[in-house]
């Protein structure tokens, strides 16, 4: 097994990479930075996502594992006070792992008609830098709506707790093969009409975002962000790949959902009797 580390630098994440590179070293584990067959992250999701995007090359080979040094994740399984087991269950390795489902975002230039291709985890988002964007949003190549406002968002099921979620979006179960696409401030009156709720694809379509009457836009993939010059259109749908996470135990994702989002029960047990 050749395990790489990624860490953040916050004093917390530096502790628990060195303890945690210590142990595995103790148990004669491989370290690698290049060719891993199994990558750990050691900060938040954000860690995790740069993890993703440095090893996105190696995803037929590689397994994730991610630890949080702050409070449980959504890609993030282990804590500081459990790397003990953790290193026990790559010990224990046998090779399973539960898999998810990422973004393939093309970009398709105007000028050269040239492409380029991108992979995202959580979502790809377009912005127009300088005021409205205006795009032509096809599903299947077929026309939907023509969109006005601040930008798109188009997230993968895992990636519907980040952007996705800030923007109105639904928060789908990372079983659920689908993509979706939400508004960012669009504009609703008499002249200019969008269907002003989030979208859930299905596995087989595909989305084409056209800007109109722009030459540049601002586009994200997870946290990178770039400003693209003379596209002539965006085609997002899901990945042939997948990403891997190494599956020795599992936290129930509502229960995820819940404790990242809702925190201690606020309601008063008295009135749940009445
Ligand atoms: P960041 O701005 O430093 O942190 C964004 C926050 O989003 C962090 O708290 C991060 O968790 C959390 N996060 C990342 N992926 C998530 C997921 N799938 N579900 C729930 N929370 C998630 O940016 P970053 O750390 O480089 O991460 C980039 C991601 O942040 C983007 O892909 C986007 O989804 C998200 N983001 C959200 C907003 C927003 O909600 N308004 C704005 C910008 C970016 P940790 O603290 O565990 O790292």
New binding site residues.
């Given amino acids: 097994m050749r395990i790489a580390l990624v860490h953040n630098y916050t004093n917390g994440s530096l502790k628990v990479s060195d303890k945690l590179k210590a142990l595995l070293l103790n148990e004669q584990f491989t370290m690698v930075s290049t060719d891993p067959n199994i990558v750990i992250s050691v900060?938040?999701?954000?860690?995790l996502?740069?993890a993703f995007h440095r090893y996105a090359h190696l995803l037929d080979q590689v397994r994730f594992i991610g630890v949080?040094t702050?409070?449980l994740?959504?890609?993030?399984d282990w804590r500081e006070y459990n790397i003990d087991e953790l290193v026990s269950s790559l010990k224990n390795d046998t090779g399973e792992f539960i898999q998810y489902p990422l973004l393939d975002v093309e970009l398709v230039y105007t000028d050269t008609k040239k492409s380029k291709h991108f992979l995202a985890l959580?979502?790809s988002t377009i912005k127009q830098p300088n005021g409205t964007l205006v795009c032509d949003v096809f599903i299947k190549e077929e026309h939907f709506e023509r969109f006005r406002g601040d930008g798109l968002c188009v997230s993968t099921p895992?990636?519907s707790?980040?952007?996705?979620?800030?923007v109105g979006g639904a928060v789908l179960h990372p079983r659920l093969e689908a993509l979706q696409l939400t508004e960012m401030a669009s504009l609703n009156n008499r002249i200019f009409r969008t269907l002003s709720s989030p979208m859930i694809i299905a596995p087989d379509e595909w989305i084409r975002l056209k800007p109109v009457g722009v030459d540049k836009i601002s586009l994200?993939i997870?946290?990178l962000v770039s400003e693209e010059n003379d596209i002539d259109h965006i085609r997002m749908k899901i990945a042939d790949e997948r990403i891997r996470f190494a599956r020795y135990q599992h936290t129930h994702f509502w229960n995820r959902v819940e404790d990242?989002f809702i925190g201690a029960k606020q309601y008063d047990a008295d009135s749940m009797d009445s």
């Fill in positions: 900060g938040g999701d954000g860690t996502l740069s949080h702050g409070h994740g959504f890609y993030t959580n979502e895992t990636g707790t980040g952007y996705n979620k800030s994200t997870d946290q990242a």
